[in-house]
């Protein structure tokens, strides 16, 4: 499923940091990365997204917010988010409708994929990549800021 170029998905989702999180509230004021990634605790994430996290400043001067997504509850992502010292708001995808809605839902596994989406400020993707598999991370924070950069 290619979205690039379409408006993206909207959806309202509980947050790691208390407050449910609107996609839609960010337009005309962010852009958007959306890091979708398969499990808290796991491996490959537990580097990801402090990876992402750490480049917040970074992100925040190309006029972007990072969101991680994925099925595990807040009540995980705020145990995470604590132990690895991720600061970018993780939300709580548990039915995987986000991840649907995105075609990165792996129902079989009831996980996402991990998977990247940067939406510009008027809430079009403009880039997107779904690893072929849930342990590759390819796209790095920096190919991100570089798209990021470009809009």
């Known amino acids: ?19 449910a999180v609107t996609l839609s509230s960010y337009r005309g004021h962010h ?3 959306l890091v ?3 499990l808290d605790f796991s491996p490959v994430c537990s580097m990801q997204l402090p990876e992402y996290s750490g480049r917040q400043d970074d992100f ?31 939300l709580a995808d548990m ?13 079989d596994r009831a996980i996402s994929g991990r998977a990247v989406f940067v939406i510009d400020r008027s809430g079009v993707v403009r880039f997107q ?3 072929e598999k849930t342990g590759d991370y390819t796209v790095r924070p920096e190919a991100v800021l570089a798209k990021l950069r470009a809009l």
Do not use: C
Not at 2 to 17: E, I, K, N, R
């Open 31 to 33: 852009h958007v990365v």
């Open 95 to 107: 039915k995987l409708d986000v991840a649907r809605m995105y075609g990165v839902a792996i129902d």
């Open 129 to 131: 990549h779904v690893e």
């Open 60 to 90: 925040a001067d190309a006029g972007a917010v990072v969101l991680g997504v994925n099925r595990d509850s807040v009540h995980a992502h705020k145990a995470w988010a604590a132990e690895y010292g991720i600061e970018v708001p993780l």
């Open 1 to 19: 499923m290619d979205l690039v170029g379409q408006l993206a998905p909207d959806f309202t989702l509980p947050a790691s940091t208390g407050q």
């Open 36 to 38: 979708f990634y398969p």
